[in-house]
Nanobody
Framework: QLQIVESGGGLVQPGGSLRLSCAAS????????VGWFRQAPGKEREGVSCISASGRSTVYADSVKGRFTISRDNAKNTVYLQMNSLKPEDTAVYYC???????????????????WGQGTQVTVSS
């Protein structure tokens, strides 16, 4: 059974940091592009950052460039999202998705991605 599980969310003060993890079971992420997406209340789901299967290519939404870093450890079958200098507007449910056939140019099109986790809540508030 293919499963993706996100973890690492929580409540953090503005300016703080969190590291999200996206762990896969039932399949290996080695051959999949992986993306992080987020959805705030009343808003559509948006792409945050994506990484190619090889890990050599990454893309970031303009709103997180310079603050977030995506990485992958294929030996652990896990993709990470390091989030620094968090802002209240980063508050959302963060989802991880994987797809074997999409390129990371589809990072801005969450509906195109195949396999999704259940999400983890990130709240940035003082």
């Amino acid at each position: 059974q293919l499963q993706i599980v996100e973890s690492g969310g929580g409540l953090v003060q503005p300016g703080g940091s969190l590291r999200l993890s996206c762990a896969a079971s039932g399949f290996t992420l080695d051959y999949y592009a992986v993306g992080w997406f987020r959805q705030a209340p009343g808003k559509e789901r948006e792409g945050v950052s994506c990484i190619s299967a090889s890990g050599r290519s990454t893309v970031y939404a303009d709103s997180v460039k310079g603050r977030f870093t995506i990485s992958r450890d294929n030996a652990k079958n896990t993709v990470y999202l390091q989030m620094n200098s968090l802002k209240p507007e980063d508050t959302a449910v963060y989802y991880c998705a994987a797809d074997m056939y999409l390129s990371i140019s589809y990072c801005s099109q969450p509906k195109q991605w195949d396999y999704w986790g259940q999400g983890t809540q990130v709240t940035v508030s003082s």
